[in-house]
């Protein structure tokens, strides 16, 4: 889980309905919930956040490789590998929308509906279709880890709502609060109208709509329509995990930069302390060189009658003479004696 302030809500989900949904259940230590069309374990997720702290679940994926993600990171949850249908057909042809990066990925726009399909093709998106197995919502709300109690139940089913309510049996099974997609995929036209009143005849009262979302709550527990009355605000102390991410990201930039910055500094350090020692040896060579050349001037005056031994020695003075000029700190600081020699009064 991201490094953030213990008091700090980090939200996954697309519209913020985990931190509506928290705001009014979150005082349960350990819940249940009901994700029917999960899609991926954390991108989007409105139960990531809750099974970080402790509460457990069902999750409902069609798409294969997405319920296998499921399955790897939410060990604790039952992963359903199914779309919900109210019709008796054990299979349904599912048209699985694919992302237009090239990469082959899978979105959350895959549906059972034709029409919607058919935009999204028009869209520039592929749309592949995949037989995948059908249940029903009742039957997943039977499952045992839930216990016999739901806290809230999620429809998201890109258009088919409508279907996947119909296979609930609302008598048998109360969640506590529904929250139902309620606009066509990908836009912001209402279609509440076709499944609302499955939920108002069987005793849940409208709480409030999110932009995208409509939240329901149980007759039998009218203190969470409160909390549910108002949408998500700066009050409820969250922070989402993109702005993790980027904050995390943004840590990581600065904590190369430093390690870059301590690199120059070190460089720059030993270069200082080369140039100390290049200075140094030239110094030397030069006193050295200078030395040397004033011995061979004297020899010079002082031995004019060209013997023997005045050409060994004057040989060998020019010999170590040759050997300071062809050394590498010689030729390094050339610069330094050019400088010098334009420095007034040399």
Known sequence: MPRVNGDTFVSYAQNGEDVLLWRALGHIPH?????????????????????????????????????????????????IQAAVSSEEATELVLHQVVATNGGGDTTGLSTLLDDIAYEHSGEGFEVEEVVVPTTSLAAVCDAEILAGTIHFLKVDVEGAEADALRSMDFKRHRPWVVVVEATRPNSTVPTHEEWEGL???????????????????????????????????????????????QGEELAAARDAHDRVSAELARV?????????????????????????????????KRNLDRSAAHRRELKE?????????????????????WARSKAPGQ
Do not use: M
């Not at 409902?60 to 296998?68: F, S």
């Not at 979302?213 to 998500?232: G, I, M, Q, T």
């Not at 003075?317 to 004696?337: D, M």
């Open 31 to 79: 819940g249940r919930y009901v994700d029917v069309g999960a899609w991926d374990p954390v991108s989007d997720s409105v139960t990531k956040a809750f099974y970080d702290r402790g509460w457990r679940g069902v999750n409902v994926e069609p798409v294969p490789q997405l319920a296998d993600a499921l399955r790897d990171a939410r060990r604790g949850d039952l992963v």
């Open 199 to 245: 939920l108002l005849s069987a005793g849940y009262e409208f709480a409030i709509f999110d932009g995208l979302s409509r939240y329901y709550v149980a007759a039998e527990h009218p203190e969470l329509k409160d909390a549910l009355s108002y949408p998500v605000c700066v009050f409820d102390r969250y922070t989402t995990f993109a702005q993790v991410e």
């Open 268 to 300: 720059w350090q030993d270069l200082v302390h080369w140039r100390a020692v290049a200075l140094d040896r030239w110094t030397q060579g030069f006193k050295e060189r200078e030395r040397l050349e004033n011995r061979l001037t004297a020899v010079k």
């Open 317 to 337: 003075l020019r010999e170590r003479i040759s050997r300071i000029e062809n050394s590498s700190s010689w030729r390094v600081t050339k610069p330094l004696r």
